[in-house]
């Protein structure tokens, strides 16, 4: 055997070389799927390819992930442990005030969105060829807006919620305007910054489903005409 086909060998992992689901590979897999498809921004991302960049064999990802729309159920898991998106949450349901609560949720969509993008866009192209991937899809909307609906509860218990706004149409409107389809048009679209987001957004949330907000609102001066 040739020393290149040996150093070969050596630096690729085979399903014998780790064993049989081997927590390691798994990792490592994931975390090169993760490069990927931000490096790509989420074009298409084969199988083959993250095996290459994984440094293991197509067996070997397969002993772990048993197709493309199995990897990006595990990596969407992986990529919300990696940017720390439970102790995110955390901090939204843990803020003083539900007022405090929309503010923290619009730094979160502004920090993390730029890091979700590219992985909801490949996510997207797999969910509507495997009906588990949809259902994971659909669970992560219907999250979203359970945490819209805690926060908009709060309000209404400290009597900040708008009083001609209904909970459910409330949880709607913050769910509509915090979703990363609204981040993608005004950041990548139209060129906002992550700060002008995430004051803005904060402040339409507030001005939208708050007492005070509404007020501020209505007791803005008409421009007069000239």
Sequence with gaps: MSSKRVQRKRSLDTVSSDGPGDPATRVRILDAALRLVTRKGGADVKLGDVAREAGVSRQA????????????????????????????????????TGEAALREMAATQARMNPAVWPLARAFDSVRRQDDAAERSWQERLAHRLDGCRAIVGQLAREGSLRPD??????????????????????????????????????????????????????????????
């Design 61 to 96: 990802l397969y002993l772990h992930f048993a197709d493309r729309a199995g990897l990006f159920l595990a990596l969407v898991r992986h990529a919300d442990d990696r940017r720390g998106l439970a102790a995110a949450i955390k901090r939204i349901q843990e803020a003083p």
């Design 165 to 226: 706004l209904g909970r459910d149409v409330a949880a709607d409107l913050l769910w509509t305007l915090s979703s990363l389809r609204t981040w993608e048009d005004l950041v990548l679209l139209r060129g906002w910054s992550a700060e002008q987001y995430e004051q803005r957004l904060g402040d339409l949330m507030l001005r939208v489903v708050t007492a005070s907000g509404a007020a501020v609102k209505r007791a803005a001066p008409s421009r007069s005409r000239s």
